[in-house]
């Protein structure tokens, strides 16, 4: 009983996969945003295809950093939106009185974030196919790659935006949608961290982000898989991670020693 | 030799600020006893509780159940023990049924679809197994909260106001279910109640707070003829309002 159990992950998965199967609005939902944003910027693309000799030389420059960016953001949503569904439900104390240890909530957490990725920004991926003709997988194996640092980060950064809720309550929450597009114009997207002013770009090289969309450029204009920023990446992503696991357990301490675990929700 | 009590709490304190919601507390609970915490608003039951569970963290003092450290251990007692309370939830969008297999699996319980047939046919609850918990009357959320609380069989079952909203004939009946669980598996139950007949029915020891402090305990029996009164309510009624008893402990 003292270790992880995967069975009591698994248990957390069960309940929002209820959650996903009772509800077609919520599947539309997952994949809306990204479709749209998709949509829009095949067309951006379109137009600006013949105008610019960056855009003629690698067509899939924006759509590729869209979809990745979907990939950042749903990964960031599907840990704290999932987290404030337990606050909302007042489920939180019953979950905290099981057995489930607070690092299992975390890994469930985890588990679920990578289904809502995969379902909502995957039908944005099938669908840029017959739209326009694009291909996400023409990236080849660093893809895999991009989105497990992607994944990484979104992870993270949804493990702080809950511990900010579990402490100060749900008038943080806001901030889950927030938080991630303060970052946006740091990571490079759609323009090379070389854009940024001087003095912005040590700030930018410091997000794992900006690295995996140097890389992405890196293989769309240059053809070559850039090992280091990908290293680079994931060992911000192990910090930070890190850091963001560290935050939320002592966010559960703190609400275990002020009773906010009993007073959530209301 | 005796066997040690399954909780053990020793001068149990929890202070918010200059707040003192519970104030050195100590009290045993013997295996297979049912115990209430009774107490008017504010008098430190559902803090107690909730460090039994390792949802709140002492100030100070020692907790221990089953023989483990808590909160220190707690993980090594939860899947011994549940809870429930009517004013902690489960989510509305999922079924009954689909709560209790999420809960199920949370505890470990085998044989989920048979546990799940045996306490809807306990609770009377199969009938609306397969409707969402948020569209069920405020009876039959408390029924379901009860079943998911006796999903995994716990030695210790902490149960606050157990039959609140329940109507007088389901109320009885739960109580029967309470006794029965408790009287096959010898059980342990603390319960907080204001339902001073419940307590007369099924509980072998009373505490009693007041301000974060115990101020009588003892069997309900004997708490009537220390206070000279005819039932519990009336005893609940005099320390509630600070009458003392000449034996009243601390």
Known sequence: ?266 | MAEPPVIQVENLRKYYGSVRAVDGISFDIARGTTCALLGGNGAGKTTTIAMLLGLLLPSSGRIHILGEEVPRHHHRVLPRMNFSSPYVDLPQRLTVAENLTVYARLYGVPRVRERLAALGRDLDIDAFFQRPYGSLSAGQKTRVALAKALLNEPEILLLDEPTASLDPDTADRMRGILTDYQRRGGATLLLASHNMSEVERLCDQVIMLRTGCIVASGAPRELIRRYGRKDMEEVFLDIARGIQSGEVIE
Do not use: K
């Not at chain 1, 953001?73 to 599907?78: C, I, Y």
């Not at chain 1, 009185?97 to 890994?107: D, G, Y």
């Not at chain 1, 597009?181 to 961290?193: K, M, Q, T």
């Not at chain 1, 890196?218 to 994931?234: C, G, I, P």
């Open chain 1, 1 to 266: 009983m003292n270790g992880l159990s995967p069975q009591r992950i698994g248990a957390l998965a069960l309940r929002y996969l209820y959650l996903l199967r009772r509800s077609w609005i919520r599947i539309v939902e997952l994949a809306y945003w990204p479709t749209v944003q998709m949509i829009l910027w095949g067309f951006i693309t379109r137009y600006l295809s013949g105008h610019s000799d960056v855009l003629g030389q690698a067509a899939g420059l924006l759509l590729s950093g869209v979809l990745l960016w979907d990939i950042l953001f749903r990964s960031q949503l599907g840990v704290s939106v999932v987290f404030f569904e337990e606050l909302h439900a007042r489920n939180l104390a019953q979950l905290f009185v099981s057995p489930l240890r607070p690092i299992e909530l975390i890994l469930a957490l985890m588990s679920i974030s990578l289904i809502r990725t995969l379902v909502g920004v995957g039908v944005a991926v099938a669908l840029a196919l017959p739209f326009y003709g694009f291909n996400l997988f023409a990236l080849g194996p660093p893809l895999a790659g991009f989105f497990l640092n992607l994944l990484l980060m979104g992870w993270a950064i949804g493990l702080l935006v809950a511990a900010l809720v579990l402490r100060h309550g749900m008038g943080a929450e806001s901030i889950a949608w927030a938080a991630i597009f303060a970052l946006a114009p740091l990571c490079g997207i759609y323009y090379p961290i070389a854009t940024l002013p001087g003095w912005l770009q040590p700030l930018a090289w410091i997000l794992p982000a900006s690295h995996v969309f140097e890389g992405m450029r890196a293989v769309l204009l240059d053809h070559t898989f850039r090992l280091d920023y990908f290293l680079y990446a994931l060992l911000l992503n192990t910090g930070y991670l890190g850091l963001a696991i560290s935050v939320f357990l002592a966010a559960v301490r703190h609400a275990r020693e002020y009773g906010s675990l009993l007073q959530s929700g209301e």
